[in-house]
Structures are given as C-alpha cells and as structure tokens.
C-alpha cells in the first residue's frame, strides 16, 4: 500500500505522530513535509495519504493549509490529524478535514493526538510517549481494518463552523550572544521570517511563534523569555493539568 506521510511539524512532535502512524499502515511511504518554503506542488497517485498538522490556538496553522492547496488529493482516502500540546484542539480537526475535502481528498479517517508543548514544555512532556505509540498503532489497525472493507464513509469529527477565531500567539523568539551566526534558523524558518543577513533579525508580521528556530539552533541562542513564557504556562494551567489521550474518529 502506497501512503503519502504529508506533515507540517515545526518542532518534531506531530512527524513524530504521523510516523507512528503510517508505519503501522506500510513501509511504501512517501514524506511530504509542509514546512518546506520550496515545496513542489503535485498531484497524488497512491491509496491512503496521512495529513498531519499542530493546532496552533485551536486552529490548524494557516501557512500549513495554504501548502496543503498545492498537494492534489486525486481522490485517494485520507486520514487528518491533529497534533496539540495537552490543552485542547478545538477546530483544529475539523479545519483539516474541510481543507483536505476540498483539495480532492476523501476522508475516512480523523485522529487528535497529543505531544509535547511546543512553547511551554512542561505539559505533555516527552509524549508522544511509548503508552501512545501503542494507542496510534491501534488506531492504525483500526484504520487498515476499514480500508480492507472499502468503507469511504467519513466520520463525525468534532470542531464548529465558523471556526473559531485565531489572532496568532505573538510570542517572537530573541536571538542571544551565543549565536555563532550559522544560519540554520533562518535555513528551516517555515515561512521565512529570520533575515539570513541579520539573524537576530525576525519579522514579527511573518512569525508564526512555531518554535522551529528555539528547538532546531545548535547553540540555544534563541529563545522566548522565562518570565513570558511562565506566563504563558498560568495562563493554560487549568486547561493543561489534566492528562489528555488520544482519540480516533472512523
């Protein structure tokens, strides 16, 4: 079975669970990774394509979305997902099985998966962790046993029309002394906002607050804030201490 792994994952944890899954469904799969500025568009000629992305604020990332346009369904069965760092997803699945749809994408299959916080990393520390490996490896068989019966039908999946509104998260990484000027930040910056000339440097009308760039940089020289960012961790304690699991939609 041919699957196409199509993701966009900033700082890893929702490729993480897009692995997961597609190597529970084959070992044909081809990776197509939505945070590449150059990305080529194409039309999909294959049986099942795997679309994952991060809820950014209950919301799937908009630059994400506008890729995904470029990626032709061709009419293959798909599964979304939606990766969020324990505090909640909201239309973020909703939102990638109505773009998905549109871009000629038959959805079968809808799943919300949890992974560490991208910007407070205290919640949902080190997961997707084994106990979750072995739930989407479940979810995947669940899904394999569906395609075997030829069922197209799409499932219920949660999340509101009109989506919720999104306003961004505002919180714009710093660059300190340490940086060695390597460039890496600016190289993997989904949507280009470091200026490769001056990489402390960062156009806040461009930054999407992923965290690519305080994740991937060799030499931690950038960063948010402790002090925003405990701020940002009170301000989603209440939605976050209570351990979330992962579901499947079929």
Do not use: W
Request: proline fraction near 4%; charged fraction near 25%.
């Amino acid at each position: 079975m041919k699957i196409y792994n199509i993701f966009f994952s900033p700082t890893g944890g929702t490729k993480k669970v897009a692995d997961i899954i597609s190597k529970e469904l084959s070992q044909d799969i081809e990776e197509i990774d939505l945070s590449k500025t150059q990305l080529q568009p194409c039309n999909l000629n294959g049986d099942l394509a795997i679309i994952a992305m991060p809820s950014f604020g209950g919301r799937a990332p908009k630059i994400a979305i506008e890729r995904l346009t470029q990626i032709k369904g061709n009419g293959i069965k798909a599964v979304v997902v939606a990766v969020y760092g324990n505090r909640a997803y909201e239309d973020t699945l909703l939102e990638i099985a109505d773009e998905a749809t549109k871009n000629g994408y038959k959805v079968i299959g809808a799943i919300s998966a949890v992974a560490e916080h991208s910007i407070v990393r205290k919640y949902a520390k080190n997961r997707p962790d084994n106990e979750d490996a072995d739930q989407l490896r479940s979810f995947a068989t669940k899904i394999k046993e569906k395609l075997n019966k030829s069922d197209e039908t799409k499932p219920n999946i949660p999340g509101n029309h009109p989506y919720k509104e999104f306003n961004g998260v505002g919180l714009i990484p710093k660059t300190t002394k340490k940086c060695n000027k390597c460039g890496l930040c600016a190289k993997n910056c989904p949507v280009g906002a470091i200026n490769i000339n001056n990489l402390s440097e960062i156009d806040s009308q461009k930054c999407i607050s992923c965290m690519r760039c305080v994740y991937n940089c060799p030499q931690s020289a950038k960063r948010i804030s402790k002090i925003i960012t405990l701020l940002a961790g009170f301000a989603i304690r209440k939605a976050c201490i209570v351990k979330k699991e992962n579901e499947l939609f079929i």
